[in-house]
Nanobody, 121 residues
Framework: QVQLVESGGGLVQAGGSLRLSCATS????????MGWFRQAPGKEREFVAA????????EYADSVKGRFTISRDNAKNTMYLQMNSLKPEDTAVYYC??????????????WGQGTQVAVSS
């Protein structure tokens, strides 16, 4: 059974930083692309960032480019999202997702339960 567990969310002031983690189990983590998504209250879930199986390729939503960095440690079966210069509009529940392909895709088969990020102004 594939499991994705996010951690690292919390409350932070605007301009601050947080690092989210996504620990995975139940499959060979290093073989698959991964992604981060978020959903703010009253809004649809949106793409944040994605990373290929090796970490050599990454993609970001325009709204987070230059502020967020996605990375992975295949030895630890863990993916990260470093979030800097946080803004109130970054407030959302953040989800990690696992693809069934090695390359970055817009289709994800596995999802975590989410971790709340709140940014105060």
């Amino acid at each position: 059974q594939v499991q994705l567990v996010e951690s690292g969310g919390g409350l932070v002031q605007a301009g601050g930083s947080l690092r989210l983690s996504c620990a995975t189990s139940g499959r060979t983590f290093s073989m698959y692309a991964m992604g981060w998504f978020r959903q703010a209250p009253g809004k649809e879930r949106e793409f944040v960032a994605a990373i290929s199986w090796s970490g050599s390729s990454t993609e970001y939503a325009d709204s987070v480019k230059g502020r967020f960095t996605i990375s992975r440690d295949n030895a630890k079966n863990t993916m990260y999202l470093q979030m800097n210069s946080l803004k109130p509009e970054d407030t959302a529940v953040y989800y990690c997702a696992g693809a069934r392909s090695r390359i970055i895709t817009n289709q994800y088969a596995y999802w975590g339960q989410g971790t709340q990020v709140a940014v105060s102004s």
